[in-house]
C-alpha cells in the first residue's frame, strides 16, 4: 500500500487539473492520500476534495506561519472538524524558526493549544519542525499521549534521538533523493515500523522531477530511495510504510 501521507492537494498549483493529477497518481500505485488542511480555507478545500475524489483524508490544523490568525473561535473551529471521521490527523502544526512569519511564542502557544485538541479528540498530529528541534521536542514533552508525526523529517540527531525514544513516526519527502541530502546514516537508523513516505506537494519534488510542481504519484521515487538506502525490497518498504500510515490515521487510510 503506497501512502502519501502528506500531500497539499488544495493548493493553487492543483486548481486546474486534480483529477488528472489523481488519475496519474492511482496509476503509479498510490493507494491513498491525505490532503494537509493547514489553514482554515485549506482544510475546506480539503474536505471538499475528499467528497469529491475516492482514496482521501483530510487534516485539520494552523501551520506555525499563519499562528497569529489563531483566535478566540479557533478552538471550537478545530475540535469541531477533528471530530469529523474525515479528517485523520490534526496539523500541520509545529514551529517555524528559519521564516518566523508569526512571533516564537505565539507559534509555540498556538502548536501546544492544538496539540491539546488533537490528543482530546484522539487524532494524530502532524508536525513542522524547522530550525526549532529544541522547542519543538520541548512543547511535544507536554503531550505524551499524542500520536506524533514528524512531517518531511530533516531535523538533527537530538530530536531524531528524542523523536525514537517518545515513539514518534518519521516521514520523508522527494528531499531524501537530492544529491546535496546527506543523511542516509538516518534513514538506516529508523525502526521499520517508525517510517512513513509522503510527497508534500506541490513542494520538494523528487529526482528526476526535481524544481518542477511535486504530485501524489511521486511518492514512488521517495520509497524506491528509501528502499534502496535501507537494502531492502521496494515491495516491502511499501508494504511497511502502508500499514505504518494505516496504524497512525487509522483505517480510513487504506485502497
Ligand atoms: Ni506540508
Not at 538533527?156 to 523523536?163: M, V
Request: proline fraction near 5%.
Amino acid at each position: 500500500m503506497l501512502i502519501d501521507t502528506h500531500c497539499h492537494l488544495g493548493a493553487e498549483a492543483f486548481a486546474a487539473d486534480v483529477a488528472g493529477v489523481l488519475d496519474r497518481a492511482w496509476a503509479a500505485g498510490v493507494a491513498h492520500v491525505v490532503v494537509i488542511g493547514e489553514s482554515p480555507e485549506a482544510a475546506a478545500r480539503a474536505l471538499l476534495l475528499v467528497d469529491t475524489y475516492p482514496r482521501l483524508s483530510a487534516t485539520a490544523g494552523l501551520h506555525p506561519h499563519e499562528a497569529s490568525r489563531w483566535a478566540t473561535d479557533s478552538e471550537r473551529w478545530l475540535s469541531e472538524l477533528l471530530r469529523d471521521p474525515r479528517v485523520v490527523a490534526a496539523g500541520e502544526m509545529g514551529l517555524d524558526y528559519h521564516y518566523d512569519h508569526s512571533p516564537r511564542q505565539v507559534q509555540r502557544e498556538v502548536f501546544d493549544r492544538q496539540l491539546g485538541l488533537a490528543t482530546a479528540a484522539g487524532k494524530p498530529v502532524v508536525i513542522h519542525a524547522r530550525e526549532a528541534d529544541d522547542d519543538v521536542a520541548a512543547v511535544l514533552s507536554n503531550h505524551a499521549a499524542a500520536t506524533v508525526v514528524l512531517h518531511s523529517f530533516s531535523s538533527g540527531p537530538t530530536l531524531l534521538r528524542t523523536a525514537l525514544e517518545r515513539g514518534h513516526y518519521l516521514s520523508f519527502s522527494g528531499m531524501v533523493t537530492f544529491k546535496n541530502w546527506g543523511r542516509d546514516d538516518l534513514l538506516r537508523a529508523i525502526p521499520a515500523d517508525r517510517l512513513l513516505v509522503e510527497t508534500d506537494a506541490p513542494y520538494l519534488a523528487p529526482v528526476p522531477h526535481r524544481g518542477k510542481r511535486n504530485e501524489p504519484a511521486f511518492v514512488r521515487q521517495t520509497a524506491e530511495q528509501l528502499a534502496r538506502v535501507r537494502g531492502v525490497p521496494a515491495e516491502q518498504l511499501i508494504q511497511e510504510t502502508g500499514a505504518n500510515a494505516r496504524r497512525v490515521f487509522g483505517a480510513r487510510v487504506s485502497a
